[in-house]
Nanobody, 117 residues
Framework: QVELVESGGGLVQTGGSLRLSCAAS????????MGWYRQAPGKQREFVAV???????NYADSVKGRFTISRDNGENTVYLQMNSLKPEDTGNYYC???????????WGQGTQVTVSS
């Protein structure tokens, strides 16, 4: 069994910053990819950022230059540093991991980010 615990969400004003964390625990041999998705009210869940086992990253166009994803492989933790936040960044942010070799994915419970204008 694998568990993901997210933290770091909250309320922030436009232009502010937040740092999200997601710690994975349980039956984990190796993680292939760790990523963040978000879901705004009334909208579908969308991709935000991903970091692969080797360290390469990819971002949604809407967050490039403002968000930075990083991971601590030793702690099975992924971070999302969010700067210059905008009201359209508001949503529930979910962490996802994909395990190596078996390609099984797991999701966290989500952490709410609200950016006020």
């Amino acid at each position: 069994q694998v568990e993901l615990v997210e933290s770091g969400g909250g309320l922030v004003q436009t232009g502010g910053s937040l740092r999200l964390s997601c710690a994975a625990s349980g039956s984990i041999f190796s993680i292939e990819a760790m990523g963040w998705y978000r879901q705004a009210p009334g909208k579908q869940r969308e991709f935000v950022a991903v970091i692969l086992r080797g360290g390469s990253t990819n971002y949604a166009d809407s967050v490039k230059g403002r968000f930075t994803i990083s991971r601590d492989n030793g702690e099975n933790t992924v971070y999302l540093q969010m700067n210059s936040l905008k009201p359209e960044d508001t949503g529930n942010y979910y962490c996802k991991i994909v395990l190596r070799y078996i390609a099984r994915e797991y999701w966290g419970q989500g952490t709410q980010v609200t950016v006020s204008s």
